[in-house]
């Protein structure tokens, strides 16, 4: 029995000298919205800490930043048995706030906490567990999930976790979809390199990356390196991108190239380029070029996409600037008629913010590429921004999508615009970025190509009236018509069906649509439409051709 006491007084005082090393709390903020988010901290109620017993943020957070801490507390001193001590934490963007309240409880011995959301429509409720929790609401503008949980880091979940998720931070415009002069490519480096050489999620987040690229008319990914976890991508991928290259591959090397193109209109033609050099650990992989000749509505594009040489050295650069001159040669090998749209997109390993060399300029130079617009976010990859990229590496810019200049296909609009991908499911919480660079979203209106210029379609134009037109005054929706009826006279099922429901749905909402797009995309009446489109079991976003009925066109 002596025994027994001298372990439990043992025990009682081992708890209450580290005690101190364990009583504090803190609040992680994570913004993975486009929004600066004001922080503001203060203090309530009846009973006050110390100033030196707590501290918490007062500024702002920029878009996308990261995990950083809010709040902090330390719980064992000044506390008192029965008190409470209540914390407020208001997130701010425009007018709009949001409070997240922390109370701290004193304890004969110790204390507790509880914490809760005070959001619009929501009635609080207080929390002192480690189960996931979340409101969705507006914030200036922005549909907005905000979910918190506490979880165990120096003692017994002690610590809150509280993340801001912009549900739709890039919405897809629906004229870009059944405008077949208007084309958007999404290049997307995966980080997906096969186990042992990395274990950073692969599978989790293969399973999760198609839940947040909708919308695209292809996408060109590297570092799509890992055969399981790419098979699970392309499986998570075919009901809205059906069609898909093989990887690229040289079986003479250890592991293929990681370059793979999807799509959600038909694939017509394929090839591929070994590069011929490299460098260093590059030449494990097969480094190349793969090439999708892609019909969208009939008209052709031609989507060539690259991982290209890593690293800064001289050497390094200069494999790089050879490889450039290998897709060069390599898509004029291609034969392509001119007036059909080239671009050239992925990882090409360029930093255009440092431009060592004159290599960015170089590489425009070399492939003979119009410059795109870039949209505001500098930089494709920012260990300040991203989980998986080092803190202390420099932020770089190294994924472009490029229209070739040369062919007579030059576009009216070409826009590159950096896109921050974060998931909010459960399995990739504390983590939350899908890659360890950005994605890049290319966007290119060509001039309209007239029926006469096809020169895949030799069907007479369909007109919506009796009064024929000439080729130059045929517009979008007599095209469009036209293409659906071709479909049908070509018995292609599946895309002939996907075709006729984005047809219909443009008869039903053409005069609203054509409105809203002379407007920016992100509006509330185009996400009113898309509401209705999936409410009426429409797939005008995810076109899924599996769930699609099968029935005859024009009936």
């Known amino acids: 029995m002596n025994k027994l006491f001298a372990r439990l ?11 101190p090393l364990f009583a504090e709390s803190y609040v992680f903020f994570q913004n993975n919205t486009s929004l600066p988010i ?28 990261k995990e950083t801490n809010i709040w902090w507390a330390n719980r064992n001193k000044g506390i008192k ?23 701290i409880k004193g304890w004969p011995i110790g204390s507790g906490l509880k914490f809760t959301l005070v959001s619009p429509n929501a009635t609080p409720v207080w929390y002192h567990d480690k189960e996931f929790h979340e409101a969705t609401f507006m914030l200036n503008g922005k549909l907005i999930t905000a979910k918190f949980a506490a979880y ?18 890039y919405p897809t415009n629906p004229i870009d979809l059944i405008n077949p002069d208007v084309v958007n490519i999404l290049s997307y480096n995966i980080y997906m390199l096969t186990p042992p050489l990395a274990f950073t999620n692969q599978e989790t987040r293969a399973e999760v990356i198609p839940n947040y690229v909708h919308g695209y008319d292809a996408i060109i990914f590297s570092e799509a390196f890992y055969n399981s976890a790419r098979r699970t991508l392309l499986e998570g991928l075919a009901p809205e991108y059906p069609y898909h290259t093989q990887v690229l591959n040289n079986p003479e090397t250890i592991e293929d190239g990681g370059v793979i193109i999807v799509s959600r209109w038909p694939i017509e033609f394929t090839n591929q380029l070994i590069y011929n050099n490299c460098e260093g650990e590059d030449c494990f992989a097969s480094k190349g070029v ?3 000749r892609i019909n969208k509505l009939g008209r052709t594009y031609h989507l060539f996409g690259t991982h290209m040489q890593a690293w800064k050295s001289d050497a390094k650069v200069s494999v790089r600037q050879e490889q450039l001159q290998q897709v060069k040669q ?6 392509i008629p001119d007036g059909e749209p080239i671009l050239i997109g992925g990882d090409l390993n360029v930093d255009k913010i440092e431009n060592k060399a004159d290599e960015y300029c170089r590489m425009l130079s070399c492939l003979q590429v119009n410059e795109p617009t870039y949209c505001p976010y500098p930089y494709t990859c920012n260990g300040l921004a991203n989980h998986y990229y080092a803190e202390s590496a420099n932020a770089e810019y190294l994924d472009y999508i490029l229209p070739l200049s040369t062919n007579g296909a030059v576009p009216l609009k070409a826009t590159n615009q950096v896109r921050i991908l974060r998931a909010i499911e459960d399995k990739l919480w504390n983590i939350f970025d899908l890659s360890d660079h950005f994605s890049v979203c290319g966007r290119f209106v060509f001039p309209a190509e007239t029926l006469a210029q096809n020169a895949d379609n030799n069907q007479k134009p369909v007109y919506m009236n009796a009064e024929e037109k000439t080729p130059d005054e045929v517009t979008l929706l007599n095209r469009f018509t036209q293409y659906v009826n071709t479909l049908h006279n070509q018995s292609d099922t599946m895309v002939a069906v996907m075709v006729n429901n984005l047809s219909n749905y443009f008869n039903s909402h053409t005069a609203q649509l054509l409105t ?3 407007t920016i995309a992100d509006t509330a009446a185009i996400k009113q439409q898309l509401r209705q489109l999936q409410q009426q079991g429409n797939v005008m976003l995810m076109m899924q051709p599996s769930v699609l009925p099968l029935r005859r066109l024009g009936r």
């Not at 007084?9 to 005690?19: D, P």
């Not at 390599?330 to 034969?335: C, E, G, L, R």
């Open 9 to 19: 007084f043992a025990v009682f005082i081992g708890l209450f000298f580290c005690a």
């Open 38 to 65: 004001q922080i503001n901290t203060s203090q309530n109620g009846s009973h006050a800490l110390a100033d030196v017993a707590w501290w918490g943020k007062d500024g702002t957070i920029a878009p996308w930043q």
């Open 81 to 103: 048995n029965g008190k409470d001590y209540l914390f407020t934490i208001s997130l701010s963007a425009g007018t709009d706030t949001i409070q997240f309240l922390v109370n």
């Open 152 to 169: 165990n880091t120096r003692t017994a979940y002690s610590d809150m976790m509280l993340v801001l998720h912009e549900l739709h931070p």
């Open 290 to 292: 793969m090439y999708a």
């Open 330 to 335: 390599f898509i004029n090998q291609q034969q």
């Open 516 to 518: 809203d797009a002379g």
